[in-house]
């Protein structure tokens, strides 16, 4: 256990995950930038599951420090956890996120793993994200920030996780910011408020930090590099038309540990969103789906009831029926496109402070690609 303001040490793992890409200038950097990362004190070993990180443990961090600045999580919170995590094991959501200080416990306590893990995504998807050609013509002066859209992002997880993979691009596209809008049913106001506050703010500095370190010490992102929006509403019950206004411009649209749970609350509108968002992103934009691996629904398909993996109805939902291998080529012209999917991944943390215990995240992740 360390000792001081900087709370216990989250020890480094024996295995993390890896994949290989072509050379591009953001691959190119994230080589340069774990050369220069530093070291964990224990051999990481990979496996078919997990994937180095490219994201450096100063940064991860970094991101940390946010949410304990924002949020000043600490063991006197015990009890307050065990309230939720009771309420969220008995499916009661509206009791577990329906107190102020349930939702800062809940966001001090999960939220921290989950936003170094999705940043490490953010980094992964990055080359669809901000193409290399389109790099003179997106964030620059005179042109829009990079829209995206955060359905079921209310805890914090895909703020910090997006201020953190923008800082990192930021190193070498000084001028690219983000428009992020982030929709959830319960009243994460407050608490997205603070994270962003906290994300254009210098970190608190540790007891015994010495005056060099906290000269040195600087925001994650500088007053207006990200643009923050939340909106308290039940997607499900959504129109067309209200869907469209939030994700009309956006490049990227995130489900993130979101889905399943909407599968599970009600299918039929969930299917109905999936269209919804279909018909109103526009060409080239991303849908991208994190969840659990192995998280499955029953649904009924013509008039037979089954389970089915969320991946396999997601695809059927997106791509459409599975093709035979003898059928006859579909005139249906495609709307989506499948450009990553991985059924199980591995984030682990890696010498890490923060006053509580965190936790690794395993999950699946697909990404699709919105066809003119």
């Known amino acids: ?43 990481i070993k990979a496996d078919a599951e997990s994937s180095c990180s490219t994201v450096l443990l100063e940064l991860q961090q970094r991101c940390l420090h946010v949410f304990r600045d924002a949020l000043h999580p600490s063991g006197e919170d015990a009890v307050l956890l065990q309230e939720v995590k009771g309420h969220l094991y008995n499916r009661d959501f509206a009791t577990a996120f329906g107190k102020e200080e349930y939702l800062r416990v809940y966001a001090s306590r999960w939220s921290p ?36 859209a955060c359905l079921g992002g209310g ?18 596209e000084a001028d690219l910011k983000l428009s992020v809008k982030l929709v959830d049913i319960a009243s994460w106001g407050p608490t997205m408020a603070a994270l962003q506050r906290r994300v254009e703010m210098t970190p608190e500095p540790a007891k015994y930090a010495s005056t060099v370190a906290k000269e040195e010490s600087q925001p994650l992102l500088p007053e207006g590099a990200l643009d923050m929006q939340f909106q308290k509403q039940d997607v499900l019950e959504w129109s067309e038309a209200e869907l469209a206004a939030l994700v009309g411009k956006a490049k990227l649209v995130t489900l993130m540990f979101t889905l399943n749970e909407l599968y599970s609350t009600d299918r039929p509108k969930t299917q109905r969103l999936l269209s919804f968002l279909g018909a109103a992103m526009p060409s080239d934009a991303l849908l991208l789906v994190v969840d659990s691996p192995g998280s499955y629904s029953t649904v009924s398909i013509n008039e037979a009831e089954k389970k089915y993996p969320m991946q396999w109805l997601l695809d059927y939902t997106l791509l459409g029926p599975p093709q035979k291998p003898d059928a006859e080529p579909s005139e249906k012209s495609a709307t989506w496109e499948k450009v990553m999917s991985e059924d199980s991944k591995w984030f682990r943390l ?10 690794n995240m395993r999950y699946q992740i697909h990404l699709y690609k919105r066809l003119g």
């Open 113 to 148: 793993s989950r936003a170094l893990g999705y940043v490490q995504i953010f980094d992964d998807i990055e080359e669809f994200v901000l193409p290399d050609e389109g790099h003179d013509s997106v964030g620059s002066p005179d042109k829009q920030p990079v829209e995206i």
């Open 155 to 172: 805890a914090g997880a895909e703020l910090v996780a997006l201020g953190g993979w923008l800082s990192q691009v930021r190193e070498r």
């Open 350 to 359: 890696q010498g890490l402070q923060y006053p509580i215990e965190l936790e």
């Open 1 to 43: 256990m360390a000792k001081g303001n900087s709370g216990p040490l989250l020890k480094p793992e024996s295995e993390t995950s890896g994949s290989k890409r072509p050379q591009t200038k953001k691959s190119k950097a994230r080589e340069i930038r774990k050369a220069n990362a530093p070291k964990a004190s224990i051999p």
